[in-house]
């Protein structure tokens, strides 16, 4: 199983971006989706957070700003990031909690990682 993450980079500060996750190898079934991200010299911190079911959390001052949605058919998640700030500067990882085939638990699995950088 592995998560493929894209769509980060360079934007200046009120400017958007779209990260997009894709799941991909012997899935049976997958939970909950989410985007994390982690600054230099601090921890990795949830960004947000979607059910199967569609039902969403997020961190409280990415509220509004933010969307998280997937598609369950494809098994992908994508966060919209807009009125991107300075402070979201930082590498956002996607996590997602997948049973694979054959198996009769959840593992958590994480993305590469995906470089986002807010100029003021």
């Known amino acids: 199983v592995q998560l493929q993450a894209s769509g980060g980079g360079l934007v200046q500060a009120g400017g958007s971006l779209r990260l997009s996750c894709a799941a991909s190898?012997?899935?049976?079934?997958?939970?909950?989706m989410g985007w994390y991200r982690q600054a230099p010299g601090k921890q990795r911190e949830l960004v947000a957070v979607?059910?199967?079911?569609?039902?969403?959390n997020y961190a409280d001052s990415r509220k509004g700003r933010f969307t998280i949605s997937r598609d369950n058919a494809k098994n992908t998640v994508d966060l919209q990031m807009n009125s991107l700030e300075p402070e979201d500067t930082a590498v956002y990882y996607c996590?997602?909690?997948?049973?694979?085939?054959?198996?009769?638990?959840?593992?958590?699995?994480w993305g590469q990682g995906t470089q986002v950088t807010v100029s003021s």
């Open positions: 996590n997602a909690m997948i049973r694979r085939l054959w198996s009769a638990h959840e593992d958590s699995y």
């Open positions: 979607i059910t199967s079911g569609g039902s969403t």
């Open positions: 190898g012997s899935i049976f079934s997958i939970s909950d």
